[in-house]
């Protein structure tokens, strides 16, 4: 489908146009298994000199249409769909480093990501360095190595809510030709489009936003078709790969060699691929993003406002309130706002933020964020528990932090369910 068309119309058309007599909705095909007449036929299919459905580890029809919409509305060129956002994350930089090799990133990641790229894949001899994202383009330079072979990002990090500085990353990966791969999670592609400002690669855990009702775990890879991996420091890209007859990526699959690798080798060997029924749910929340998100935005921006006045409340973090935020949003976001997650600081210690989260009526204390359903989170004693204090700050974890995922329910009630929760006791 066009990509001319709008985001809207993406949303709920790109992805399947069915034929004649064929289901209007997406199918889900719940079947491992695709039936072949010819010795022939299934040879060419399993050598990939044809495309074809194998079996649904590497590829499925309900899932190859959640993929397909999810590569109109980034502006990509092709995608492969995962188990989970975490495998999202793993199955992009596993299919770019190899041991011995080092990743670039800013310290400010998602915790599944921090670990990932912290505590696991050194294990697998995979390096990397996080700096703090404020530093300046030269010494994040200094940084790199030899043997750095990415720099990965997120457009909004998770709790921190900082906006990525494309400008000065991307003009970092361009300078050292390295792959710039963004995790677009928060920003979901109605708000963002990382591809458009210098990412080769994008992530996202359609977890969140893109599944939007907290039913289904899974995750995308977008491949902006956008990065020369024939320079010198991709073999795995370049030379013949044992595992299919010999093939080079690059010199087989020019338009997508990113793509056909991931899913032929790094899915096939790894096994982390969605599901049919999670990949239905995926396109059917996509189906309503783009109203969501910008209803998500408006409640966000609402309750951040209301939260800035309130004598209870010592501070508040919301991308579309503070002048850099706002900028950057400016800059790069198609939308005027940040998505629904916001975070703020309760006087009184945590007595006070117990009463709080108890006394909340339409918001809930869950373990998540981008649901319609508003829900609170205190990540120093959920998310960040297992780490002491000081690690806490030097993570972005302030004690008395409480981190809302708005939803999309009315306004004045989602305002009005903090108001009765934040006031305190008439003293008698
Ligand atoms: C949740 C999240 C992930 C991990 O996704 P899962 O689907 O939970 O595995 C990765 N990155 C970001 C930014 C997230 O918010």
């Known amino acids: 489908m066009s990509t001319a068309f709008g985001k809207g119309t993406l949303c709920i058309q790109a992805g399947y146009s069915p034929g004649v007599g064929e289901p209007r909705i997406l199918p889900i095909v719940q079947?491992?298994?695709?039936?072949?007449?010819?010795?022939?036929?299934?040879?060419r299919v399993m050598t990939l000199q044809e495309f074809g459905f194998k079996y649904s580890r590497t590829g499925n029809p309900t899932v190859a249409g959640f993929e397909q919409k999810m590569v109109a509305l980034e502006g990509g060129t092709a995608a492969v769909a995962t188990a989970s956002g975490q495998a999202a994350n793993l199955l992009a930089l596993t299919n770019i480093c190899r041991a011995g090799d080092h990743i670039l990133a800013p310290a400010t990641l998602?915790?599944?990501?921090?670990?990932?790229?912290?505590?696991?894949l050194p294990k697998f001899g995979i390096e990397a360095t996080l700096f703090d994202p404020q530093a300046s383009p030269r010494a994040i330079a200094r940084?790199?190595?030899?043997?750095?072979?990415?720099?990965?990002?997120?457009?909004?990090?998770?709790?921190?809510?900082n906006v990525l500085d494309f400008a000065k990353l991307s003009a970092l990966a361009r300078r050292f030709d390295l792959p710039f791969v963004v995790d677009n999670t928060l920003a979901t592609p109605l708000l963002c489009n990382p591809l458009r400002h210098g990412a080769n690669i994008v992530t996202h855990s359609a977890t969140k936003y893109i599944?939007?009702?907290?039913?289904?775990?899974?995750?995308?890879?977008?491949?902006?078709?956008?990065?020369?991996?024939?320079?010198?420091?991709?073999?795995?890209?370049?030379?013949?790969?044992?595992?299919?007859?010999?093939?080079?990526?690059?010199?087989?699959?020019?338009?997508?060699p990113f793509l056909i690798k991931a899913r032929a080798q790094i899915l096939r060997d790894f096994g982390a691929c969605l599901n049919p029924h999670n990949a239905f749910f995926f396109n059917l929340g996509l189906e309503t993003l783009h109203l969501r998100m910008e209803r998500h935005g408006a409640n966000a921006l609402a309750l951040a406002r209301f939260l800035e006045k309130h004598p209870q409340v010592a501070w508040v973090n919301y991308p579309g309130l503070n002048p850099a935020g706002r900028r950057r949003i400016a800059r790069h976001f198609n939308a005027r706002n940040g998505s629904g997650v916001l975070t703020f600081g309760l006087r009184g210690g945590l007595p006070a933020i117990d009463r709080f989260v108890k006394r909340l009526r339409l918001a809930a204390l869950v373990i998540h964020v981008g649901d319609a359903r508003s829900s609170v989170l205190h990540p120093a004693s959920s998310t960040h528990a297992q780490l002491d204090e000081e690690q806490q700050r030097s993570a972005g974890i302030a004690p008395e932090m409480i981190r809302v995922s708005v939803g999309i329910e009315d306004t004045a009630d989602i305002v009005a369910d903090f108001a009765q929760a934040l006031a305190t006791d008439p003293t008698p």
């Open 211 to 256: 599944d939007g009702h907290a039913t289904s775990v899974g995750g995308i890879v977008i491949d902006g078709g956008n990065y020369d991996w024939n320079n010198g420091k991709f073999p795995d890209f370049t030379e013949p790969d044992p595992s299919y007859n010999g093939v080079s990526y690059t010199g087989q699959f020019p338009n997508s």
């Open 110 to 120: 998602y915790g599944g990501s921090y670990s990932l790229l912290h505590t696991t």
């Open 143 to 161: 940084l790199v190595r030899p043997n750095t072979r990415v720099l990965f990002g997120e457009t909004i990090g998770n709790p921190g809510l």
């Open 31 to 43: 079947s491992t298994t695709y039936k072949y007449d010819d010795i022939e036929h299934v040879r």
